[in-house]
């Protein structure tokens, strides 16, 4: 073993050593900036966080790596990047001068956008968080740097490895701070069927009135409403949308499943609401109650979970009208709160109503 060699292999125990310690995101980015270079020699080094679409959530870098660069790199790069293809589908380091010959790797665009900078070649790894790349580690050289070997393949598949476990570690805590933080806030005080749950489905906390729903349901019903806050968890995660609600109708019964994000900086929460009623039990339709056709209008988009600024701006009114709406709608159907008009909307329609569908007079 050389002498380089063998100071690399403190590095990673020292890069280890650091990281069991950390409890916070930001600590771990900073850990990662501050050590990488240590255990694989390079001009720049960097760890990118990543979000289900495969964009970038956050990016930590070397100050050798200039904004423009990585505006750049997301802008136009990322989409045709081979190397970060080639993570995403074997899930290990991937090297440039392996993966590509020279002159193939110099007609790629990405390499244009490295060259710039004056770097050449690149090797990156994934960060596997729940068995979803959810980051990167990423390492650049210059062209007359040495070319990287095995060992700093080897080493750089032991750093991914690691951060990705202490990433999954520091997402799970921070979930769980995140959880007893909005329980203690909000489940103790509402009445409404409420299951708490992670980006993935997961239960994490299920309140009171939760509990007397999915206990009084018939066997075949409760999976079938866990896998409804999957799918609108997934739907969340494509960002397509708000909130997302799925009407699961079987064995006489209808459950109405409506997930939102939680407001929650430090990780990604979720919280369903569970409504559930006999299909055999008509419930008059709304557009026999006595509202206007421009209130139906503004409890459908409340009802979907628009904030009074966003009802404001789709229905062309000053938000002080929105208010005055909701009141006279909150009266005439006899409710005192959006969780009640929820269940008065889905009560009275035999699907969750879709407020991009709404025409505007």
Known sequence: ???????????????????????????????????????????????????DKGGP???????????????????????????????????CPVDSGRLLHWRRWRSEPVYEILDRVGYQRSLQAPLVVHGVVRGT???????????????????????SVIVG????????????RSVH???????????????????????????????????????ELLPLCMSAIRENLAALRRGDTRSVSQVVDAAGERITVRTTWANSDDARIAISRIYRRSTS????PLDHSPLTSRQREIAAMAGAGMTVGQIAQKAFVSPNTVKQH??????????????????????SSNSPMDVDELAFV
């Open 1 to 51: 073993m050389t002498r380089s060699e063998a100071g690399g292999d403190e590095a990673v125990l020292r890069f280890m050593s650091r990281l069991a310690g950390v409890r916070r995101m930001g600590c771990l980015r900073r850990t990662v900036v501050a050590e990488l270079g240590e255990i694989i020699p390079a001009r720049a080094w960097g760890i990118y966080e990543l979000n």
């Open 57 to 91: 959530t956050n990016v930590e870098c070397t100050v050798n790596v200039p904004d423009w660069f990585l505006e750049e790199y997301e802008s136009g790069g990322r989409t045709t990047d081979p190397i970060y293809a080639g993570v995403l589908r074997v899930r």
């Open 137 to 159: 580690l990423n390492i650049a050289r210059h062209r007359d740097d040495p070319a990287f070997t095995l060992t700093d393949l080897a080493r750089m598949q032991t750093a």
């Open 165 to 176: 476990r202490v990433f999954e570690r520091v997402a799970d805590d921070q979930v769980s």
């Open 181 to 219: 933080a909005i329980a203690s806030v909000a489940l103790d005080s509402v009445a409404d069927p409420i299951v708490v749950s992670d980006e993935y489905g997961a239960a994490l906390v299920v309140n009171d009135a939760a509990q007397k729903v999915m206990g009084a349901l018939k066997q």
């Open 281 to 284: 039990v008509g419930a008059p």
């Open 326 to 347: 909701l009141k006279r709608i909150y009266d005439a159907l006899g409710v005192h709160s959006r969780a009640e008009l929820v269940q008065v909307l889905w009560a």
